[in-house]
C-alpha cells in the first residue's frame, strides 16, 4: 500500500501509525494512507526560518522571480503525471487543467512581477518624504522579508492551485513555507512536491509538506510566521481565534467558502447573447470540478419576469451533463472528492430542501457513465428554486459545497444588490448585461460586500476567465463571511510577506540604504562619463554636469516645425492675457529634447539603447533668454538575466533627468531608461 510521505527537516518523513486511509474519488479503491504522527512542528518551523529563510532573504527579487519561472518551467514539463493522479480525486481534465496548470501559470505571474521590484533583496516603498526645511533630513520607507515561515493550510478541492497560488507569492518575497494540504487529497500534492524537491531549484528548507494533521502547529508559531488557511469558515475562524495567534500578533490570512451570487441584468433579456451567455457560466459554474469550488455561483439572481426562462434554460443544460468517469468519452462532470463529501453536501441540501424547492436533480436517482455511484464519490447537479429569498433566508446562510446553487428572483437592480449583500461577504459576484450604466450602478453599490466582480457581455465573453477564477494579478478574498483576507494580487499579495519599516536620515544615507539616488545626497561628478561606462562600473549617485544652452525663439519656432506642436503658448505672443505665462514659452518637449542633446555621449559606448521615460514633469516656465544645463545622475540600476546563450548580459539603468536654469531652479524633471552592456561583453 502506498505511504503518502510528508517532507520535513530535509528528509521525507513516513509518520507512525495510521492517521488516515485515502480513497479514489471513482472506483471508491483504497490508495494510499498518510501519518503525520512524530513530527516535530517547533524543528520545521525553525528549520524554515534558518535553513530555507536566510537563503532566500539574501536573494534579491530577480534571483527569486527568475527561480519561480525556472520551477514553473520544470514543472509544466511533468504536468502529465499530474493529471494522471488528479484523475483520483474526481476531476475531469478541464477540472484537473484549472488545478494544475492554473497552478503553475500562478509560478509564471509572479516571476513576471519581479520587474516590478528592485534588484535588491528588499523592497523600496513610495518616494521620500523631505522632513526638514534645507533638505538635509529625509524620510523613506524600505520593505524587508520576515524572518518567519509561511504556513499554509490548504482545502482539498485545489490541492496544487492551493499550494502553488500560495507559495509563489512569499517565495518572491523571500519568505519559506510549509504547507498542509488537505488529508482528503494530498496525495497529489505529494506528487509534485517530491519533483520540486528532486529538482533542487528551491534552497534546501524553503519548502516542507505536512501529509496528515498539523494539530498543534500553531502552539509554535512566532510574530515573524505568517499563517493562512483556506477551507470552510467554521474552521478558520477557530484558528483565527487560537490565543497564540492573539498573544503574537501573528498575521493570519482567512479565505473561507463563501455564498457567491451571479445576477442578470435587467436589459440581458431573452434573446440577447448575454442571456445565454449568463445560463452558459452559470452551469459550468455548477459542473466543473463537480461545484467545489470556493468561488463556485450558490445564488443565481435573475429579474422576476424571467425566472421560468431561466430556470428551464439552466435545467435543460444539466440535463445533458453526463456524470462519471472522467476518463470515459462523453463525461463532462466527475466525482466530489470523497465519501464523506458527498454526505456532507447531502445534509445540506437536505436542509435547504426545507425551505425551497428542487426543480431539477435527485439524490438518489440519477445515473453514471463508466462507475458505480454507490462506490464512488458521485452527486447529481441539484438547482432550487426560491421564490421569497427575503423571507427564505437559508439560502443566504447555508453551503451545499458540490454542484448546487438557488435560482431567487429579484425587483429591482436595487433589489438585486440587497439579495447579493445578503450572503453576508463573498469572494465573487457576476453580473451579466450588455449595459455599461447597468453593470456600473450594480459594481459600485455591491463592491463592499464582494472580494471581486465580473462583469460580462458579449465584447468580452471570448476571453473571459470567468465567474469562478481568480487571476494571479488581482487579489483574491472577500469580506465578511469569505473571511476578510486577501491573497495573491500581484505586487500586493507580496507586500503581504514584508515588514514596512520607516527610515530616516540624511538623503545620501537612505540613497545608500534604498539604493535608489535621493535628492539632496551627494552627487560625485562621473569621471568618465556615464555613457562610457558598463553596468558594473556606474555608482548610484554620480553624476555628469552637462554645458549649458540658452534657449532661442528660433529654438522654439524650429522645434513648432519638427513636431507640429503649434500650441497659442509656444507661438502666439497675442494670446497670453489671462494665462500663467509671461511670454512665449518653450516647448516642454523641447527641454527634454535639448536636454539629452545635453547629457548624451555620442560616441559608441556600452549604452544600447534608451527605452522609455518615466515620471516626466515641467515645473517651471523657459522662456527665450533663459539659460539651462542638466544634472545626470545614476538613480537605479536593475539587473537583467540573460535570455539565451547568445544574448548580450546586460542590466537597466535608471537616469534622473534634472533640467535647471541660470537660477539654479530645476525647471523640468524625468527618469530615462537605458539598456546597458556588463563588462563581459565589453
Known sequence: MQRYQSYALGQWFDGEGVEANLYNAITGDKIGEISSQGLDYSAMLEYGRKTGGRVLRKMTFQERGRMLKALAMHLLANKEKYYQVSAWTGATRVDSWIDIEGGIGNLFANASLRRQFPDLPYYVDGVAAPLSKNGTFIGHHIMVPKEGVAVHINAFNFPIWGMLEKIAVNFLAGVPAIVKPSGVTCYLTEVMVRDIIDAKILPEGALQLICGSARGIIDHVTSEDVVTFTGSASTGLLLKSNPRIAQHNISFNLEADSLNATILGEKAVLGTEEFNLFVKETVKEITVKAGQKCTAVRRIIVPENLVDEVQRAIADRLSTTVVGDPSVEGVR?????????????????????????????????????????QKGAFFSPVLFRNNDPFNKTDVHNIEAFGPVATIMPYKSLDEAIELAKMGKGSLVSSIVTPCNKEAREYVVNAASMHGRILVLNKDCAKESTGHGSPMPLLTHGGPGRAGGGEEMGGKRGVLHYLQRTAIQGHPTTITEI?????????????????????????????????????????????????SGDNFYAHMDATSLEGTIFEGRVAHGYFILSKAAGLFV???????????????ARFVKPVYPGATIGVRFTVKEKIDQEKRSDDDIAKGIVKFLVDV????????????????????DQA
Do not use: C, W
Open 333 to 373: 462532470m466527475g466525482a466530489l472528492a470523497s465519501r464523506s463529501q458527498v454526505e456532507s453536501v447531502r445534509a445540506s441540501v437536505e436542509q435547504l430542501a426545507l425551505s425551497q424547492e428542487i426543480v431539477f436533480g435527485d439524490l438518489d436517482h440519477f445515473d453514471v457513465l463508466g462507475a458505480d455511484r
Open 514 to 562: 534604498t539604493q535608489q539616488f535621493q535628492v539632496g545626497a551627494a552627487m560625485p561628478e562621473a569621471n568618465p562619463h556615464v555613457f562610457r561606462k558598463h553596468f558594473e562600473e556606474l555608482v548610484i549617485g554620480e553624476t555628469v554636469f552637462t554645458h549649458k544652452h540658452t534657449v532661442t525663439d528660433a529654438d522654439i519656432v524650429n522645434f513648432a516645425n519638427v
Open 601 to 615: 555621449d555620442p560616441k559608441k559606448g556600452p549604452v544600447l539603447l534608451n527605452y522609455g521615460i518615466d515620471e
Open 660 to 679: 535647471y536654469d541660470e537660477t539654479g531652479e530645476t525647471v523640468a524633471l524625468a527618469t530615462i531608461l537605458t539598456m546597458v552592456k556588463k563588462l
